[in-house]
């Protein structure tokens, strides 16, 4: 039997305006090959820098790291993060050794699914693109996207 999960875990693909938003990691690769730049242990990126972005979206350009909210997410089902789940059943791994991340100890992805979860997580950007690829799949809630939702890995 699983052992009960923290009740304060943070979301790894969150957006700026969700409860203790901050940036973990710099969007970089290219659209078709996205790659997260971890923000190392101690590095901060100024908030305020999120507004000077003009026509970006924050997310195209940063990855946020919020408190995960699971009743207004559509990617929560029966206490677990979906999200994280097919993100490990549908992506490859793109990465041997874990990103130096600065939220593991905290993160609702690496507590469900543990290495596997960050081996992939670099690939993950918080707003995609729709089109037919492996992100999309497995951004794709089994019940869609309802209207209220607001956190997480999306579409724009
Ligand atoms: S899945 Fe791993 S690499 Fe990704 S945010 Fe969580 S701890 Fe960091």
Not at 11 to 39: F, H, K, W
Not at 55 to 76: D, G, I, K, N, Y
Not at 98 to 108: A, K, S, V
Request: overall charge negative; proline content about 12%; hydrophobic content about 35%.
């Amino acid at each position: 039997m699983m052992s009960p999960l923290r009740n304060d875990l943070l979301c790894p693909s969150a957006q700026p305006d969700m409860n203790e938003a901050r940036v973990m990691g710099v969007v970089g690769g290219t659209p078709e090959a996205p790659e997260i730049a971890y923000l190392g242990p101690g590095a901060e990126i100024d908030p305020s820098l999120t507004n000077q972005l003009k026509e970006l979206h924050p997310t195209q350009v940063f990855r946020f790291a919020a408190q995960c909210e699971p009743s207004r997410c559509a990617h929560f089902e029966e206490g677990r993060c979906s999200l994280a789940n097919r993100i490990v059943q549908y992506l490859p791994e793109v990465v041997d050794v874990l990103p130096p991340c600065q939220i593991r100890h905290g993160c609702r992805w690496y507590a469900e699914e543990g290495a596997p979860a960050c081996r992939r997580c670099p690939q993950v950007i918080t707003m995609i693109p729709k089109r037919a690829d492996a992100l999309n799949h497995a951004a794709t809630p089994p019940r869609g996207l309802t209207p209220s939702h607001t956190g997480s890995t999306s579409f724009s």
